[in-house]
């Protein structure tokens, strides 16, 4: 069945510091990709739709600025997290699709700690 | 607006059926999904149910939907340990596309 990897699985930084958390589709194309967030728990929540090739949508509520998305190609997403701090620490999964309407594939989540 | 309910928690013995219930508030949710999510994992897929059904199985896994009262559930027969694990549904709105609304999840205990 489908793919999608996330990497890094588990990322501790400092207070300040931004991390990268990459979504790949890795065997199919995926021109929609979307961010979740998770809390402790809590249900998944949208943070952002992320189109290839055009800038992400962003839930309301969420900090565009603070949560940089790029999906540079077809197989690829990025979250950027800006000078975290604390309360960005969380669960954050990615999920994919191969078309508009089609199944979902989930990511295996990255957990984020910030110090 | 869009919400979905689930009750937190679920104990079962192994052998036993286990029922886990959602509602939702869209009328207009055209897919219902459950997903499982094992600890610090992403979320599989396990079934799905077109909203002009009632009713669909799949092995041991019996989806119902109530439509008229936005009720949807889950049962999984002869639930084994490696059941234990958090449970979502959730719903697809009308306007097409992958967004999905999903419920607060259900985490289910499976005890010997």
């Known amino acids: 069945g489908a793919v999608v990897s996330q990497h890094p699985s588990r990322v501790i930084c400092k207070s300040g510091t931004s991390v990268k958390i990459e979504c790949r589709s890795l065997?199919?194309?995926?021109?929609?990709m979307f961010w979740y967030r998770q809390f402790p728990k809590k249900s998944l929540m949208l943070m952002a739709t992320?189109?290839?090739?055009?800038?992400?949508?962003?839930e309301q509520g969420v900090e565009k600025d603070k949560f940089l998305i790029n999906h540079a190609s077809l197989t690829l997403s990025t979250l950027t997290v800006t000078s975290a701090h604390p309360e960005d620490s969380s669960f954050y999964i990615c999920?994919?699709?191969?078309?508009?309407?089609?199944?979902?594939?989930f990511g295996e989540g990255s957990r984020l700690t910030v110090l | 607006g869009e919400d979905v309910e689930q009750s937190l928690f679920l104990s079962v013995r192994e052998g036993d059926s286990s029922v886990i219930n959602c509602t939702y508030t869209?009328?207009?949710?055209?897919?219902l999904y459950w997903y499982k999510q094992e600890p610090g994992a992403g979320l599989q897929l396990l079934t799905y149910?077109?909203?002009?059904?009632d009713m669909k199985q799949d092995q041991r896994l019996t989806v119902l939907l109530n439509k008229k009262d936005k009720h949807l559930s889950l049962r999984i027969a002869d639930t084994q340990t490696g059941d234990s694990a958090i449970y979502f549904c959730?719903?697809?709105?009308?306007?097409?596309?992958?967004?999905?609304?999903f419920g607060t999840g259900t985490q289910l205990k499976v005890e010997l």
């Open positions: 999920s994919a699709s191969s078309r508009d309407g089609g199944e979902l594939f």
């Open positions: 065997d199919f194309q995926a021109t929609t």
């Open positions: 992320s189109n290839e090739g055009s800038k992400a949508t962003y």
């Open positions: 869209d009328s207009s949710s055209t897919y």
């Open positions: 149910i077109f909203s002009n059904m």
């Open positions: 959730a719903e697809r709105g009308p306007g097409g596309g992958n967004k999905l609304t």
